[in-house]
């Protein structure tokens, strides 16, 4: 069941019980300012809901900065990571021409370099495949 936690002009954020997945949904093309709040927004629900698990749509963030992926992956994830207790899952939805820019990028991997590093993420153009490694994760973090 989906529950409606936070909605601004540029980014849904909703949260499903019954798989303890919060989702995140970009609305537009976002201002540096938007992507640091947006994650702060996200930040603060998986704290209430005790959720490490992200689902993060920005297929329809087509002006694409720069900026953002790499302080996404690099910087914004420590801060969560020490704050959760377990560890923080995020499976990014972009463009399929915005994966490919990335891909042709050496310094921006697609998924994080090991299942072992406490943040863990991994980009995909379909939605069901993102749900499927999300998935898989939450089953090796319970074994």
């Given at each position: 069941m989906y529950q409606e936690l936070a909605s601004t002009a540029f980014l849904h954020v909703a949260y499903r019980s019954d798989s303890c997945l919060?989702?995140?949904?970009?609305?537009?093309?976002i201002t540096d300012a938007q992507l640091h709040e947006g994650y702060e927004t996200m930040r603060?629900?998986?704290?209430?809901?005790n959720c490490p698990d992200?689902?993060?749509?920005?297929r329809r963030r087509v002006d694409r900065r720069r900026n953002g992926p790499e302080w996404v992956v690099t910087?914004?994830?420590p801060t969560v990571q020490r704050e959760m207790a377990s560890r923080l899952c995020v499976?990014?939805?972009?463009?399929p021409n915005h994966l490919r820019e990335l891909t042709e990028e050496a310094d921006l991997p697609l998924?994080?370099?090991?299942?072992?590093?406490?943040?863990?993420y991994a980009r995909f153009i379909?939605?069901?495949?993102?749900?499927?490694?999300?998935?898989?994760?939450?089953?090796?973090?319970?074994?």
């Open positions: 919060l989702i995140g949904r970009w609305l537009c093309s603060l629900a998986a704290l209430e809901h992200w689902l993060m749509d920005a910087t914004f994830p499976a990014f939805l972009v463009l998924r994080s370099a090991s299942d072992t590093d406490p943040f863990q379909d939605e069901g495949a993102a749900n499927a490694w999300l998935d898989e994760h939450r089953r090796q973090g319970r074994q």
